[in-house]
């Protein structure tokens, strides 16, 4: 009896020394390294490592008073508790939730609670609590808390047999919410190829099943074995049974060792379904057999019980097996009441609370959508009608500009031939000739500051600058022309001003442009030539300053200058 105490007592030291020595380790990491921490041990399935992890986050939390965190630790307790410990915990954190102006409350309240109910069994409690969670999320505008109600729901529809509308909800949320972790979109992933072996789409189930046994093969063995388990129905659904046999014994090997009911059950029950196809029954009956005594245990129920007791009962009874029989078909009366109070709720409610209100909202989008599109159209055919109109505007306002273009053009070549080109031609007004003007000029500016006999001679070296076509060389400015005809820039200007009526540059550009009107006229090979290289051979430095100089002068672009002289050629010829 002594050496009993006396084991006990050291067997008790050696658990206290041990979590003395995991509490003390855990002093140096921070809330969000022992999260990381919980959610490792967790998935792992060392439940009492992440047990202690959370006990020591909670006390933490609260010999610190962070409301925020004490939340957090009561998050992390409820997880691997009992159902009424579980709820405990989460009312704890309702009534700290209260203290927080957070958005994920009371949402992350219903949710949680919906975990625990789904857990343990109760698909009722787990719906209305979804239902709730999704309510509340809404009204918060919570994208990621949407997207784990909305998928919680769709793994409850895939449950009783929805598998479309699961399949539907599930593609969206793994293909658009990169606000989900990774462990979230990988539970979406699992359900999705779940829901795929079930509606048949077993090219796009198998896709998804490879890239899990690729990714968590030594690496995580519940999801490993997650994918081994879908991997079996989808072979036993493609007929391969071996194949799906060899998967499903791995994975019982795996679950059985674990307190995952609903894998441990599906397991068996596909297993089951495989043996009976290669006509194996009474290894199925096993299978069949053992999810009974599961069931005894845990109280696990999911709707394909009434394949399996049907499958055992009919079993029994070719084997004249009465009592096995009569054994079996009170399990299943039993446990059909528990289905029907279970599923059938789910089934009827999800439609009504659930289904429903989205496809009415669904239908004011799409009245909304179409009302939009209505005045989008009415709009869009407002502006396309208003565009249209300036169009032609601008169409025949460009045909009237055309036309008296034309007509200047048609002057300037009448003018040129007639030898009567007017050397101060201005856009749409009548060309007056240069001595009239000029003597106008010169009757209201007399010169005050130069001689006569200068100004004489400087209008007769600007003669002679015409004549000789000086005004074509490139680079001749003020400077460079008072310095030839030797005279300073200050007279020069003031003459060319005076007897010009025009400033040195407005002189130099006329010339030159009236050069090019007479030219273009009458020299066929000079109107053959690029553009660029008339402006050139004008003395401009490149072919837009020459355009925009002979538009200037002329009221008329080159363009159709050019093609009126081609015109009346043809005509002539």
Same mark, same amino acid.
């Given at each position: 009896?002594?050496?009993?105490?006396?084991?006990?007592?050291?067997?008790?030291?050696?658990?206290?020394?041990?979590?003395?020595?995991?509490?003390?380790?855990?002093?140096?990491?921070?809330?969000?390294?022992?999260?990381?921490?919980?959610?490792?041990?967790?998935?792992? #399935?060392?439940?009492?490592?992440?047990?202690?992890?959370?006990?020591?986050?909670?006390?933490?939390?609260?010999?610190?008073?962070?409301?925020?965190?004490?939340?957090?630790?009561? !998050?992390?307790?409820?997880?691997?508790?009992?159902?009424?410990?579980?709820?405990?915990?989460?009312?704890?954190?309702?009534?700290?939730?209260?203290?927080?102006?957070?958005?994920?409350?009371?949402?992350?309240?219903?949710?949680?609670? !919906?975990?625990?109910?789904?857990?343990?069994?109760?698909?009722?409690?787990?719906?209305?609590?979804?239902?709730? #969670?999704?309510?509340?999320?809404?009204?918060?505008?919570?994208?990621?808390?949407?997207?784990?109600?909305?998928?919680?729901?769709?793994?409850?529809?895939?449950?009783?047999?929805?598998?479309?509308?699961?399949?539907?909800?599930?593609?969206?949320?793994?293909?658009?919410?990169?606000?989900?972790?990774?462990?979230?979109?990988?539970?979406?992933?699992?359900?999705?190829?779940?829901?795929?072996?079930?509606?048949?789409?077993?090219?796009?189930?198998?896709?998804?099943?490879?890239?899990?046994?690729?990714?968590?093969?030594?690496?995580?063995?519940?999801?490993?074995?997650?994918?081994?388990?879908?991997?079996?129905?989808?072979?036993?659904?493609?007929?391969?049974?071996?194949?799906?046999?060899?998967?499903?014994?791995?994975?019982?090997?795996?679950?059985?060792?674990?307190?995952?009911?609903?894998?441990?059950?599906?397991?068996?029950?596909?297993?089951?379904?495989?043996?009976?196809?290669?006509?194996?029954?009474?290894?199925?009956?096993?299978?069949?057999?053992?999810?009974?005594?599961?069931?005894?245990?845990?109280?696990?129920?999911? +709707?394909?019980?009434?394949?399996?007791?049907?499958?055992?009962?009919?079993?029994?009874?070719?084997?004249?097996?009465?009592?096995?029989?009569?054994?079996?078909?009170?399990?299943?009366?039993?446990?059909?009441?528990?289905?029907?109070?279970?599923?059938?709720?789910?089934?009827?409610?999800?439609?009504?609370?659930?289904?429903? +209100?989205?496809?009415?909202?669904?239908?004011?989008?799409?009245?909304?959508?179409?009302?939009?599109?209505?005045?989008?159209?009415?709009?869009?055919?407002?502006?396309?009608?208003?565009?249209?109109?300036?169009?032609?505007?601008?169409?025949?306002?460009?045909?009237?500009?055309?036309?008296?273009?034309?007509?200047?053009?048609?002057?300037?070549?009448?003018?040129?031939?007639?030898?009567?080109?007017?050397?101060?031609?201005? +856009?749409?007004?009548?060309?007056?000739?240069?001595?009239?003007?000029?003597?106008?000029?010169?009757?209201?500016?007399?010169?005050?500051?130069?001689?006569?006999?200068?100004?004489?001679?400087?209008?007769?070296?600007?003669?002679?600058?015409?004549?000789?076509?000086?005004?074509?060389?490139?680079?001749?400015?003020?400077?460079?022309?008072?310095?030839?005809?030797?005279?300073?820039?200050?007279?020069?200007?003031?003459?060319?001003?005076?007897?010009?009526?025009?400033?040195? !540059?407005?002189?130099?550009?006329?010339?030159?442009?009236?050069?090019?009107?007479?030219?273009?006229?009458?020299?066929?090979?000079?109107?053959?030539?690029?553009?660029?290289?008339?402006?050139?051979?004008?003395?401009?430095?490149?072919?837009? !300053?020459?355009?925009?100089?002979?538009?200037?002068?002329? #009221?008329? +672009?080159?363009?159709?200058?050019?093609?009126?002289?081609?015109?009346?050629?043809?005509?002539?010829?």
């Amino acid at each position: 009896m002594k050496i009993i105490f006396f084991l006990v007592l050291i067997g008790s030291n050696f658990l206290y020394a041990q979590t003395t020595i995991l509490t003390d380790s855990l002093k140096e990491y921070t809330y969000e390294e022992l999260q990381e921490k919980f959610y490792d041990y967790n998935y792992a #399935g060392r439940s009492d490592k992440s047990k202690q992890i959370a006990q020591y986050y909670l006390a933490k939390a609260k010999r610190e008073k962070n409301n925020s965190q004490i939340a957090e630790g009561y !998050a992390f307790m409820y997880v691997n508790e009992n159902k009424e410990n579980a709820l405990k915990y989460i009312d704890s954190m309702s009534i700290i939730a209260k203290k927080l102006n957070e958005n994920i409350y009371p949402t992350r309240i219903y949710l949680l609670r !919906a975990n625990v109910f789904l857990k343990f069994n109760d698909q009722k409690q787990a719906f209305d609590n979804y239902i709730l #969670g999704l309510k509340y999320a809404k009204q918060k505008n919570n994208k990621r808390q949407i997207a784990l109600a909305e998928t919680n729901i769709a793994y409850l529809n895939n449950f009783v047999g929805k598998y479309s509308e699961a399949a539907t909800v599930l593609r969206y949320y793994m293909n658009n919410a990169d606000y989900l972790n990774a462990n979230e979109i990988e539970k979406i992933r699992v359900n999705l190829a779940d829901t795929y072996i079930e509606i048949n789409k077993l090219d796009s189930a198998t896709l998804l099943i490879n890239k899990g046994l690729e990714v968590f093969r030594n690496k995580d063995p519940y999801r490993y074995h997650q994918y081994l388990t879908l991997a079996g129905f989808n072979n036993l659904k493609l007929k391969k049974y071996h194949n799906a046999i060899g998967n499903l014994l791995e994975s019982k090997k795996y679950f059985l060792t674990t307190d995952d009911e609903r894998n441990k059950n599906y397991t068996l029950f596909y297993l089951g379904q495989s043996y009976d196809k290669i006509q194996l029954k009474g290894k199925a009956v096993q299978c069949f057999v053992e999810i009974d005594s599961l069931l005894q245990k845990n109280d696990y129920v999911f +709707p394909e019980l009434r394949i399996v007791y049907t499958y055992l009962i009919n079993y029994y009874k070719e084997k004249n097996n009465k009592e096995k029989q009569l054994f079996y078909i009170e399990r299943f009366l039993k446990i059909d009441q528990l289905l029907d109070a279970q599923f059938r709720y789910v089934s009827r409610e999800l439609p009504r609370q659930y289904d429903t +209100p989205k496809l009415l909202k669904e239908k004011d989008s799409i009245i909304n959508e179409l009302e939009n599109k209505k005045i989008f159209f009415i709009l869009s055919l407002c502006t396309l009608l208003l565009i249209l109109s300036l169009l032609i505007f601008l169409y025949h306002k460009s045909k009237k500009a055309e036309k008296r273009y034309q007509k200047i053009a048609q002057d300037l070549i009448l003018s040129v031939n007639d030898n009567t080109v007017k050397k101060e031609t201005k +856009p749409e007004k009548e060309m007056v000739p240069d001595h009239i003007h000029n003597q106008a000029i010169i009757n209201h500016k007399p010169i005050k500051t130069i001689s006569e006999d200068l100004a004489q001679t400087i209008l007769k070296e600007l003669k002679n600058f015409e004549a000789k076509e000086q005004f074509l060389n490139k680079g001749v400015t003020l400077v460079s022309l008072a310095k030839k005809i030797k005279t300073n820039t200050k007279y020069l200007s003031e003459i060319i001003n005076t007897h010009k009526g025009k400033n040195f !540059a407005a002189y130099l550009n006329d010339l030159r442009i009236d050069y090019a009107i007479n030219r273009l006229a009458d020299d066929k090979k000079f109107r053959s030539y690029k553009v660029a290289s008339i402006a050139e051979e004008l003395g401009y430095n490149n072919e837009q !300053a020459f355009t925009l100089a002979f538009k200037k002068r002329t #009221g008329t +672009p080159l363009s159709i200058y050019l093609k009126e002289i081609e015109k009346l050629a043809d005509t002539e010829n």
